[in-house]
């Protein structure tokens, strides 16, 4: 029951940070509430259409009012008072941390292979902010410097790690939330980044560098001297 609470609060705290996004693109109110609509359950949507389930929020329509009722309050309340930027960061890392369990948990209980279940676990807790980018004309967060699938993926593969080991659910399932919050909110607090792809450049050595400058200047003094 906590986790499903859990999930409900996540499903808000995404939905804001769909709503961060339309705010930025100066979006009306139907564009917002397509961008939190997405940002919250897409991740979820392809994932159950991806192993053959129904898709959650058909069976359960409160996810829909849940992101409808964020949107019109945030609409509204965004006009009069600033929101606490940094807290959303940290609400979105347990969003992160829940959908990432949720989704294991679910290729977990029909059978799936422990790689797929992982990637289940990565894909409900990114897919969302990856869709939100795109449509925002963004570089999806997930494909930058930051660490936020690596902090899902580590957190999937920990759940899998301690029920393979006989732990307790419960204890498997706050194990994993807590590892995947501290990864994320420790590169947030001392941001932590991961490497940048950088393609190889030679360098020229100075010698052949001085040549070309030289000649360089030498061609021009002599187009000036022409003049």
Known sequence: MTLQYLDFLGT????????????????????????????????????????????????????IYIVV????????????????????LFLDALGLAVFTVIGTQKAMELGFSDPIAIMTGVMTGVVGGMIRDVL??????????????????????????LLHNDVS???????????????????IVYKIELPVFISYKANLPPIRQNKRRSKKFDDESSANSEK
């Open 136 to 161: 925002v004309d963004e570089i999806p967060l997930v494909l930058r410097k930051e660490i936020y699938a690596t902090a899902s993926f580590i957190g999937a593969s920990v759940l899998l790690l």
């Open 69 to 88: 009722c964020t949107t019109l309050a945030f609409f509204f309340l965004a006009r009069f008072r600033r929101l606490p930027v940094k807290l959303l």
């Open 169 to 187: 659910q419960e204890l498997a399932i706050f194990v994993s939330i807590l590892i995947t919050i501290i990864m994320r909110v420790s590169a």
């Open 12 to 63: 808000v705290v995404f939905a804001i940070t769909g709503l961060l996004a339309a705010r930025r693109k100066h979006l009306d109110l139907f564009g917002a509430i397509v961008i939190a609509m997405v940002t919250a359950i897409g991740g979820g949507t392809l994932r159950d259409l991806i192993i053959g389930e129904p898709v959650f929020w058909t069976q359960n329509d409160i996810y």
